[in-house]
């Protein structure tokens, strides 16, 4: 069935007649991660028709945030005691075998185990359904996503997301508007490697799913990692001004804005070299949320992460650090920068001492520490080196902080610099030119496209006398910059150099 403006999806199921709009409706919101209105329609078509055991079965999958790292159990199962005191009690309600097929397996998501083992045998469960029921795209769909769930934390795993990547395709080859497919293909290819392959369904996502919000978002997961930055505004101002529009129709608080949509959205400003419109938008965020004392966690978030943006990607970095260091890695290493730049010794000494103890204090309490997280304290360290006198071991730290990060997938804007780049730059200060080449090279297959990237490169093959390439660099940041604001002395820096060269030439 088409759901206007969700996409279409057909789920054939014995609820009764009066409540299948509702359900199919919950069911396309539940593939683009609408989350609370999937929840809504799904309640619906219970109120339509009490016995509608597949809507108890789509209620509880919208307590499962996997790609976001959030799964409410208990909401969960008090919305599946509504259908039956006991699993098997549940499972009976299914009036086909396909629904107890899908019943079997949500209680394997919510059932018994530690939340990876649940998730496990959930992956299992929707395997076997999609065996047994090879035309149902939504059970093929729902495989999919449940193999990215079960991918290791923190690590790349190639061959799980080309099985997830592949079920996807295949459906799509059959429905090309199915709403989850599209979605989990864009999860799946959200990798510097294998986002190329996710440009034609980035494209079209928003077009098949334009009255979801992170329909309107996703597609910027594939720009960010290809560097297109006019489509990642796009689409990041399209979700922005979205998620205005839903929390103004549902009468909510603006803690329940988008701000990942947000914060993608400063991030490719930055990139544009629109300075004035990154900081239009991060005032504007100040001023939603200057009149509350209690703004929830992920608010305060966001903000942090937004700050952090601006100090990096900008190089403001005689703005006046946090007073007293902050105890987070990001704000930490914005600190860090701004002091290190400024020659503040004690400064740069402190916080990476303070990262330090965070490292132990979590090692201490159980938590696995991430190569991203050694990472972050080798690009400190070279700080500390650096102003310490010590050139060759700075070098070392980032060099090894970026072999750490080579084996972690990337999601995302990176808030904090990539450990190439970093490297990239101090090589340059250093006048270690060819070498500062290389490592922006590394740097820019890792993050295509970064406009400080771009101009470190170009920068190294200008000092190393290599024309041509400082040419082609330029011109690539000067594309980025179209809309830049037209004050900023790296946009008269790269235009400059472009005619330069091309005269030299």
């Known amino acids: 069935a088409q759901t206007a403006g969700l996409g279409s999806v057909t789920f054939p199921t014995s609820g009764a007649a009066k409540a299948q709009p509702a359900f199919l409706r919950g069911l396309a919101l539940l593939h683009s991660f609408e989350y609370d209105d999937a929840a809504e329609a799904f309640r619906e078509a219970q109120r339509l028709d009490p016995g509608f055991a597949m809507a108890y079965w789509g209620e509880a999958l919208t307590y499962d945030h996997p790609i976001w790292g959030q799964h409410d159990s208990t909401a969960a199962r008090t919305a599946l005691a509504r259908l039956g005191d006991t699993p098997e009690a549940r499972i009976a309600r299914g009036k086909t075998a396909r629904e107890r097929a899908y019943l079997e397996a949500v209680e394997a998501l919510y059932g018994k185990g530690t939340l990876e083992e649940r998730y496990q045998a959930y992956e299992s469960a ?19 996503l449940s193999l990215l769930t079960i991918r290791p934390e923190g690590m790349t795993d190639l061959r799980t ?6 079920i996807s395709e295949a459906v799509l080859r059959r429905n090309p508007t199915h709403p989850g497919a599209t979605h989990y293909l864009i999860h799946a290819y959200d990798d510097p490697v294998l986002a190329p392959l996710g440009v034609p369904v980035a494209r079209r996502y928003a077009r098949i799913a334009p ?44 803690s329940e804005l988008d ?12 990139q544009q070299g629109r300075f004035v419109r990154a900081r239009a938008l991060a005032d504007s965020l100040d001023a939603l949320y200057a009149t509350s004392d209690s703004n929830p966690m992920h608010v ?61 204090s979590l090692a201490a309490a159980g938590e696995t520490i991430q190569p991203t997280m050694h990472a972050m304290e080798r690009k400190l360290a070279s700080f500390a080196d650096r102003l310490a006198g010590r050139p060759d071991s700075a070098v070392a730290a ?64 200008g ?41 030299a030439r």
């Open 126 to 144: 929707m395997a076997r359904v999609q065996e047994r029921y090879p035309d149902d795209l939504d059970a093929a769909a729902l495989h999919a």
């Open 161 to 166: 997301t080309v099985r997830s990547a592949a």
């Open 211 to 254: 009255r979801a919000e992170h329909a309107l978002h996703m597609p910027s997961h594939i720009f960010v990692q290809t560097g297109s930055w006019d489509e990642a505004v796009a689409s990041n101002e399209a979700a922005w001004t979205a998620s205005k529009a839903w929390v103004k129709r549902k009468k909510l608080g603006n």
């Open 259 to 270: 701000l990942h949509a947000a914060q993608w959205l400063h991030y490719g400003y930055l």
């Open 300 to 360: 305060h978030m966001y903000q942090t992460m937004i700050e952090v943006q601006t100090v990096v990607e900008t190089r403001q970095w005689d703005s006046t650090p946090p007073a007293p260091l902050p105890v987070r890695g990001a704000p930490l290493f914005r600190a860090a920068a701004s002091a290190a730049h400024r020659g503040d010794r004690t400064t740069v000494d402190s916080a990476l001492a303070r990262y330090r103890r965070l490292r132990d």
């Open 398 to 461: 980032l060099r090894k902080a970026s072999e750490l990060e080579e084996g972690v997938p990337i999601v995302g804007p990176p808030i904090v610099p990539p450990a190439g780049e970093l490297l990239g730059e101090l090589l340059l200060e250093l006048g270690r030119f060819p070498e500062a080449a290389a490592a922006f090279d590394s740097a820019l297959q890792r993050t295509p496209n970064r406009s400080l990237a771009l101009l470190g490169r170009a920068r190294a093959a």
């Open 463 to 503: 000092q190393a006398g290599d024309t041509t390439a400082a040419r082609e660099y330029y011109q690539r940041l000067l594309h980025n910059w179209r809309k830049a604001d037209p004050d900023l002395p790296e946009l008269d820096e790269a235009r400059r150099a472009v005619e330069r060269f091309a005269t």
